[in-house]
């Protein structure tokens, strides 16, 4: 159980474009699911944290306006980036939590973004 | 401000043996949680164990066990009969009891050698 999956996996798109990335609780109702952005090497850097129905909090330095979050129902989140950017290529990874499983997050496995 | 730290940037161990990852915190909450992760290449974040900070019985799975010295603000890994497929990039991580998000330390690239 508590399986998230992401897609895509990976995406390549060129400037000036926005792509959106899926985040998906298979088998639980994520009652609040977290961004983060990751670059090699480095640890993750959290981007946003989204609950259902309701705005995403962004944390300090990340671009609302840039990096738009809809937590639409409790099992998806999306992550769009606009007007993207090379300096925004990453890894970008969403986490999801229940309410009542637990204290942990559940991970998926992260969308290689490339800019080209 | 919740902070984590890991002072230790890369570590090797021989398989078979013994290794301790280090991870010191600060939080002015008194009930919190501590957790360690493993990425491996893949990429994909694996849960290795969880320490409610309210126990004072240190948290084991399998191989894996945890020092947590609460008074220290002290939370280490330690990995028994390490092998090959604990090659990986390990984070502590704290979770804040605000809006439950997890704070990373900046995380240990630990290899095993054959």
């Known amino acids: 159980g508590a399986v998230v999956s992401q897609h895509p996996s990976r995406v390549i798109c060129k400037s000036g474009t926005s792509v959106k990335i899926e985040c998906r609780s298979l088998?639980?109702?994520?009652?609040?699911m977290f961004w983060y952005r990751q670059f090699p090497k480095q640890s993750l850097m959290l981007m946003a944290t989204?609950?259902?129905?309701?705005?995403?909090?962004?944390e300090q330095g990340v671009e609302k306006d840039k990096f738009l979050i809809n937590h639409a129902s409790l099992t998806l989140s999306t992550l769009t980036v606009t007007s993207a950017h090379p300096e925004d290529s990453s890894f970008y990874i969403c986490s999801a939590h229940q309410g009542n499983r637990g204290h942990e997050q559940y991970f998926g496995p992260g969308t290689r973004l490339t800019v080209t | 401000a919740q902070t984590v730290t890991q002072s230790q940037p890369e570590m090797s161990v021989q398989e078979a043996e013994t290794v301790t990852l280090s991870c010191t915190y600060d939080t002015s909450e008194n009930n919190y949680y501590l957790f360690w992760y493993k990425q491996p290449p893949s990429r994909q974040m694996i849960l290795v164990i969880r320490q409610e900070a309210y126990k004072q019985q240190n948290a084991t799975e399998n191989r894996f066990s945890v020092n947590f010295q609460k008074a220290a603000k002290s939370f280490s890994l330690k990995i028994s009969d390490s092998q090959l497929g604990d090659t990986a990039m390990y984070f502590c991580?704290?979770?804040?009891?605000?809006?439950?998000?997890?704070?990373f330390g900046q995380g240990t690239e630990l290899s095993v050698k054959p």
């Open positions: 088998d639980f109702q994520a009652t609040t």
């Open positions: 991580a704290l979770r804040s009891n605000q809006g439950g998000k997890l704070i």
């Open positions: 989204s609950n259902e129905g309701s705005k995403a909090t962004y």
